[in-house]
């Protein structure tokens, strides 16, 4: 079974950074692809950025130039470096993985972590 473990999350002022890390129990490289999603209070889970094992990047446009999405295979974690945060980014972040074995595909979550962005 694998589990997803974020951290990173906290308060910070309008124009601050955050660095957020999914911590992955099996290795990194057996993921196909990994991402982060966020849910505002009243609204449905959102795409935010995805990372495939080749490397290719693909964000959500609000976020586009102000977030990156790199995996540290050191580490065996996916980082989401949040850069020039609005108080709209405010959301709990949530890390996904995707295995994908034929044409099975299996998608794992994490639990979460607040990110409070403050105007």
């Known amino acids: 079974q694998v589990q997803l473990v974020e951290s990173g999350g906290g308060l910070v002022q309008a124009g601050g950074s955050l660095r957020l890390s999914c911590a992955a129990s099996g290795s990194i490289s057996s993921f196909n692809v990994m991402g982060w999603y966020r849910q505002a209070p009243g609204k449905q889970r959102e795409f935010v950025a995805i990372?495939?094992?080749?490397?290719?990047?693909s964000y959500t446009i609000s976020v586009k130039g102000r977030f990156t999405i790199s995996i540290d295979n050191a580490k065996n974690t996916v980082d989401l470096q949040m850069n020039s945060l609005k108080p709209e980014d405010t959301a709990v972040y949530y890390c996904e993985a995707v295995v994908v074995s034929g044409l099975r595909s299996d998608e794992y979550w994490g639990q979460g972590t607040q990110v409070t962005v403050s105007s």
């Open positions: 990372i495939t094992s080749g490397g290719i990047t």
